[in-house]
């Protein structure tokens, strides 16, 4: 692996941990959204954020999504139907919906 190759993985793990620590951290005092954007020097950016849900029993989940999982919409009489290209990490609330999520090949995955 190249030196530059590997300095890029490791800015991309840093900002992966950063975002689900942030995801995963009860806000309790504050009241916004905190959005974070770094560029890699490489044509790409990196992306963090927190989001404003002020319920600290919100029973937030972390789902782990293997690549090749057969997946589809659920919803109606025939709901879409594919099989993931990349693994995936997604957060729910409730367990009700996702509410942030990044795929393998570390692109957003965002539903909100």
Not at 5 to 31: E, G, H, K, N
Request: hydrophobic share 40%; with cysteine; proline share 4%.
């Amino acid at each position: 692996m190249r030196h530059r190759d590997r300095t890029f993985f490791i800015r991309q793990f840093i900002c992966l941990f950063l975002t689900v620590s942030l995801v995963m951290t009860p806000l309790y005092q504050t009241a916004a959204c905190t959005r974070l954007l770094y560029e890699t020097g490489y044509q790409s950016f990196m992306t963090g954020r927190t989001m404003d849900w002020m319920d600290p029993n919100a029973q937030t989940a972390l789902w782990v999504f293997p690549r090749g999982m057969k997946r589809n919409g659920t919803v109606g009489a025939k709901p879409i139907e594919w099989t993931a290209k990349y693994g995936s990490i997604a957060v729910s609330f409730y367990d009700a919906g996702t509410a942030d999520g990044m795929s393998k090949d570390l692109s957003p995955t965002c539903c909100t």
